[in-house]
């Protein structure tokens, strides 16, 4: 694997802590770097997903309103329907 050197500025502190959970997790500085760096970097990808969710819960809560419209919108033409029927039923002559 080829690589390349990141170099950053941080707190004397931060750098401890890094040091810290580095040895802690028997992990180098660099592998805990480039794993969060990398979590970091996929978060994007979350962000994403959490518009879908929100545009999911949008598609459900709007979903029975649509129905309920279609509902209305058939009853109305099968309401015109059966009065258009009764005006071709008065128009048919009788024998």
Do not use: W
């Not at 760096?37 to 459900?60: F, K, N, P, W």
């Amino acid at each position: 694997m080829q690589t390349e050197r990141v170099t950053f500025l941080t707190t004397p502190d931060h750098k401890a802590a890094l040091d810290a959970f580095a040895a802690s997790n028997g992990k180098s500085v660099g592998h805990v770097v480039r794993e969060a760096s990398a979590r970091y970097i996929a978060g994007a990808v979350t962000d994403d997903e959490e518009q879908l969710v929100v545009l999911a819960h949008e598609v459900r809560e709007a979903v029975p309103k649509m129905r309920a419209d279609i509902r209305e919108a058939i009853d109305a033409i099968e309401q015109a329907n059966r009065r258009v029927d009764a005006v071709l039923a008065r128009e048919v002559p009788r024998p």
